[in-house]
Structure formats: structure tokens, C-alpha cells
């Protein structure tokens, strides 16, 4: 009994220490959670200077890039700070053989020199409210899954038509903590973003694959865009006459720099985590679903890597796909790694063995969450031949994109055959998404893409998951995956942009059968329908049942662990996250120091070299030391790390320093800690950013633009 005791004081006690550095915190609740442990840490300004709704604060200055990463406001003309490889669509819209921005760079050295990027945009935050006793009011604990949904959504369109908001503002009600908690957001949303400057990708990428996810690093990862807006400063589409967005709060720069311990804030909008699993599903990721996508993206990898090293256009067309599929792959490798490494499952374990002893320990909550362990692990038993489909499905049919060709074109049929005005509609849509696949498309690629993965599709899948007809086809090409591509791309009207549009546009006089009778179309069909039927019905039924029961294990582990202050998963809401600048150990013997500098570019370069190739300006500016008032002691910082805990959609974020001024841009995670999406270990994660003082740098003694240095305010504590 005593030891009984013993053992849950113990837990109890880790469980509520040392969460300092974990946790992705709402920015309106910093002021009750937050605040007195950021200031022990180190923070210089108070909770209501990061968020406040009275006047302007630091997350004004923070946006939402187009939904997929994040930005920073940097100048009271709207000017924008976010990562290269978030500004990369754009950059590489605008390059050709002619104007290779990619490789060259870009800079405007005046407004009017800035670029249009129709479809981008930048979200800013007005207020977060919690709504959460509105939207599940009438909800029960005994609700199937689809009830309760449908009372939700109904509470919240009530909901929508009360909220007092200018015509201008959006808003966004989302689900927290599984579904325990609903949160408002108003928005403003600016959608005239022009692109202002990038390095050359040596520069913006350098390191490119091979560095990417790991430490130490070396790159400039920035490219910095403007926001405009109607001549009353408020949201406007896209025209010439549109001026300069004048922010309610633009972030101060310090050329400080940071040192080991020092305090560090990343703000941004972080996108998805699962922090909150039983161990069952933690060991699912890294035993059948990281692995079974891991090995399609590395088949198609090769693939492409084969064509872009022997063909400058495919290079440039592919530049963006390839950087998509390798960096979700190697995140994924590096997150088997880190579980591992820190004993994931087990923690997991361990934390569920004194769940339940509490658990039982209380009458009350024995009621309500006995059990519920083994149900979520035989509920994850039950998905997993369906999780395992829904992947392969997933990640083979979104890189061959005779799919994505063929399932636009079948879309259109299902509208023809709905009726007319429907596929009067569809049709320009449709015809327009297809132009901008085909500006990066070639179609050897994609029939070699095809072969690699139609083989894994057949050979790796429980024989009644495959499409029939793709099996009776095969059969007729001497069951050889490359004669089949070979025959079905030589044949198919898909793979060509002037015939598959003639035959598109032919729908309205000439039937839907010459698109149909497409052996492309036919077969797109069947592995659509052979998924639709064969997995897609269970798969929802079990997924609906594992959300129920994870929004269930979510409140218990609040109800049961009352010491441990909780954050929510990252859903792409505004979070902070805080933490200390510091380096870590690897592995055994491997110890990382927290700065790199530009000698380190130089002892990667490699003249020529695909990813590690360094532009003459730069090794000159290096030879002269010539780096103005960036460098420190004949130095130049490139790049530091903390125990800042983000996520994909931190991208861009900005690295804010105790008095909440600007020391970085927030890119990247080390290697061996990318499984802080599920378990996050202070002693290994650690999120990577390019100093601030080598983002100036690049602009000023590199690409001379100093239209841009002069528009940003530049502070310093330091006594010169
Ligand atoms: N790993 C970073 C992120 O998840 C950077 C990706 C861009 N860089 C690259 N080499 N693909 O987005
Ligand atoms: N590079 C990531 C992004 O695009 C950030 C790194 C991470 O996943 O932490 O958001």
C-alpha cells in the first residue's frame, strides 16, 4: 500500500514537472497559464503585450501565409518576413529559363518592381473567444458520433449569425482537445500579397535534402513579400491601385543575437500534432503507417530524381513536388528514429499504468473510464489493415498524376450527367486546375512514376484491395508493370493537354463516352470505386469510433492528471511556444553546439554541386569579412536552435526574444527530434532558425536592397 502510494506521488510529480519547453499555448490564455513560468524563464514583457484585443500587440504582427505556413509583419508598410520554401510556389510561378528566380534570386528594389501572386494570402488574428458550452449545448456523452456532429453544426451556423464582426472579418470555429473544446477566431484575411525578395535557392535551400531536417545547418531559409490593401487599409482583392498595408503592430529587429539559455518565443501557426495517443497508436505510426509511406515516397523519389538531374526544365517543373514528397519522407524516417530513441511507446506505457491506477482509485471516474484503454487499443487493432489501405490509396494515387488528371475529367462527367448548368460550371474550373498541373507536368515522368507504383499498389496489398481492372489489364500486358504503363500512356488522350481539353470541351455536344471510353478514365475509375467500396465504409466507421473514444481518453487524462496544465493539439490556430536557447545530445558521444556561422557554409561547399554549391558574391563578402553590422567578432551567425516546441506550419514563424523584438525565423526541427508530434522529449527537440543578423546580411551586402533595410526598425541593448 505504501509503495502504491509512493509510486503515484512519483508520477504525479513527473507527469506536472517539466513541461517548460513543451506545449504549443493559446495566446489569449497565456496571461492564466503562462505567463508567471515565462517570466521565471526569462521573459521581459508581460502576457498582455503578446496578445491583447484593446490595442495593437505582437500578434498583430503575425499571419497566417497562405494557410500553410506562417509570416511576420516587419514594417509599417506591410512588409512580410516568412521562410524560402514558404514563398517557394511563388518564387517558382515566376521563374523560367529566361528569369530563373529559383536559381538567381529576386529583389525588388522598388514597389513597383514587386510580383502578383493571385490565390495568396495573409490572415491576421482579431480575437479568440471560447464557445465551447454554445456549441455542444443538447450534445450528450452517449451520442453516436454522426448525432452529435450534426447538433454541433447546427449550433454553431445559430452560433455564426450572433457574433457581432465587420463585413470585412471572417470567422473560424474549431474543435480543441479533441472535440472537448470549441474556439472562435475572428480573422481578416488580405489577399493582395506581392512577392519582394528571395535569395538565389543556394542560398534559401542551401543544403537543399541533405541537410534538410538536421543540424547544424546553414541556410538562409527567408523570402519576404508585401501586403497591400484598399486605399482604406482594409481587405481588397488584387488591383494597381491597391497601396501598402499599414499594420496595426510591426515586429522590432535586435542585432543582439541569442546565447545558450537565453529565453525564445516562437509565434505561428503550428498544424497538426498527436500528443495525446495511447500507446497503441504510437506504436501503429512507427511499425505499419510512417513505413508503408515512407516506402512509396522513397520509389518515387528515385523516380524523379533520376529525370531532374538529366533535365534542366523537369528540374525546374519538379523542383516544388520533389521538395513536398522528400520532406514529408524524411520527416517521417527521422520520427521512427526519435520515438524510438526516446522510448516512446513505453513512456506511453508507463503513463497509462498510473492513468489507470488512478482511474481506479476514484469511484467515480472507474465509472466513466474504465476500460477505455483496452478499447482504444482494439479499436486501433481493428483499423489497422484499413489504415494501412488508406495510405498506400492515399500517397499512390497523389503522385501519379494521371489520377489527379483523370479524376477531374471524371468529375466533369458527373456533373455533365447531373445536369447541364453543373457542368457548365465545372468546366472552366476544371480546365483552369488542369493548366496549372500541365505547367509542371511531363508525362515520361509520370509513366515511369506509374509502373514503380502500381507495382507496389498490386504487390503490397491484400489482393481484394486491388482494382479489378487494373488486375485484368495487367494480365493482358504479360503481367509486366512496364509494359502496362507503357501501352496505357501511349494510348490514353489524358497525358496531353490539347486533346484531353478538346475532349473536355467536346462533352456538351458529343456525349461523355469519348472522355470515358479513355482507358485512363475507365481504370482511374475502378481503383476509385475498388477503394470506395472495399475500405472506405469500415474505415470511417472505425475512425468514427476511435474519435469518440480519443476525445473520451482526452477529457480523462485532464480529469485524471489535474496537476499537468494541458495545451492543446496543433489544429493551424495561432499558438506560442516558449523555450531556451540551447544545443543537445544526439546520440552517445554526439553533442550539438546551438550555433552555426558562415565558416560552416564554407566548410560544406562544393563548387558545382546540386545542393552545396555557394555563389561567388558570398564567398567573397566571406574572404572580406565583409559582413557590416551583422557579424560579431569577425564572424557571421547563420543559424541557431532552442527547445522551442513547433510544427509543421511554424514555418516562417518569427523567433521573438525576451522584450519580444525579432532575433529569428523559425524553419525547421532537428532530426532526431521530429516525433515531438507525438511525443515531445526536452532533451532531444529542438526547432532550428535562421538568425536574424544573416537574413539583414543577405539583404543588405548581398542583394544591395537597401530600399528593404531601410524600411525595418533596427534595435539594440547592446552599449556600442
Ligand atoms: N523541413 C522543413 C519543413 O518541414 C523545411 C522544408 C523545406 N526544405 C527542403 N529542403 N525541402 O518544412
Ligand atoms: N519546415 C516546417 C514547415 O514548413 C517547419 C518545421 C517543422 O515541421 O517543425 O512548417
Known sequence: MKRYFLLLVITVSFIAKGFADEGMWLPQLLATLNEKE?????????????????????KDAIVSFGGFCTAEVISDKGLLLTNHHC?????????????????????????????????????????????TKQVLNGVTPAMAEKERQSIIDKNINEFKKTVKKESYQDIIIKPFFDGNKYFLFVTETYKDVRLVGAPPSSIGNFGKDSDNWMWPRHTGDFSMFRIYAGKDNKPADYSPDNVPYKPKRSLNISLDGMKEGDFTMVFGFPGKTMEYLPSSAVEQTMKVSDPAKIGIREKALDVLNVFMRKDEKIKIQYAAKYASIENAYKKWKGEILGLKISDAVNKKKELEGSFEKLVLSQPAMNVAYVDLLKKLQQAYTDIEPYG????????????????????????????????????????????????????????????????????????????????????????????????????????????DPVKLKNLLNGIGT?????????????????????????????????????????????QAQMDVFTQKVFYPDANSTLRLTYGNVKGYGARDAVKYDYYTYLDGVMEKYKPGDYEFDVPQKLIDLYNKKDFGPYGVNGKQPVCFIAANHTTGGNSGSPALDAYGNL????????????????????????????????????????????????ELKLVSKKKK
Request: hydrophobic content about 40%; overall charge negative.
Open 87 to 131: 514563398g517557394f510556389d511563388a518564387i517558382q510561378n515566376h521563374s523560367s529559363i529566361e528569369h530563373n528566380y529559383i536559381r538567381d534570386g529576386f529583389w525588388a528594389y522598388n514597389n513597383g518592381q514587386e510580383l502578383t501572386n493571385p490565390g495568396l494570402f495573409a490572415t491576421f488574428i482579431i480575437s479568440i473567444d471560447e464557445i
Open 388 to 495: 494501412f489501405a488508406r495510405d498506400y490509396y492515399n500517397e499512390i494515387t497523389t503522385k501519379i498524376e494521371l489520377f489527379t488528371i483523370a479524376s477531374n475529367a471524371n468529375g466533369l462527367v458527373s456533373a455533365f450527367n447531373k445536369d447541364q448548368a453543373a457542368y457548365k460550371k465545372a468546366l472552366p474550373e476544371t480546365l483552369e486546375k488542369l493548366d496549372a498541373l500541365f505547367a509542371e507536368y511531363n508525362p515520361a515522368v509520370d509513366q515511369k512514376l506509374f509502373e514503380v507504383l502500381m507495382e507496389m499498389y498490386v504487390k503490397d496489398q491484400q489482393p481484394g484491395n486491388v482494382s479489378p481492372l487494373l488486375k485484368k489489364m495487367l494480365a493482358e500486358n504479360g503481367n509486366d508493370f512496364a509494359t502496362l504503363a507503357k501501352s496505357l500512356y501511349a494510348k490514353t488522350a489524358f497525358t
Open 663 to 710: 532575433v529569428g525565423l523559425n524553419f525547421d526541427r532537428v532530426w532526431e527530434g521530429t516525433m515531438s508530434d507525438i511525443n515531445y522529449d526536452k532533451n532531444i527537440c529542438r526547432n532550428i532558425m535562421v538568425d536574424i543578423r544573416y537574413v539583414l546580411f543577405i539583404i543588405d551586402k548581398y542583394a544591395g536592397a537597401k530600399n528593404i533595410i531601410s
Open 510 to 554: 458529343n456525349g461523355t463516352d469519348p472522355v470515358t471510353n479513355d482507358d485512363a478514365s475507365a481504370l482511374v475509375n475502378d481503383v476509385v470505386k475498388t477503394y470506395i467500396t472495399n475500405i472506405s465504409p469500415r474505415l470511417n466507421e472505425l475512425q468514427a469510433n476511435i474519435n469518440q473514444l480519443q476525445r473520451l481518453y482526452m
Open 38 to 58: 515565462m517570466k521565471k524563464m526569462g521573459m521581459k514583457i508581460n502576457a498582455s503585450d503578446i496578445y491583447n484585443i484593446s490595442k495593437g500587440s505582437l
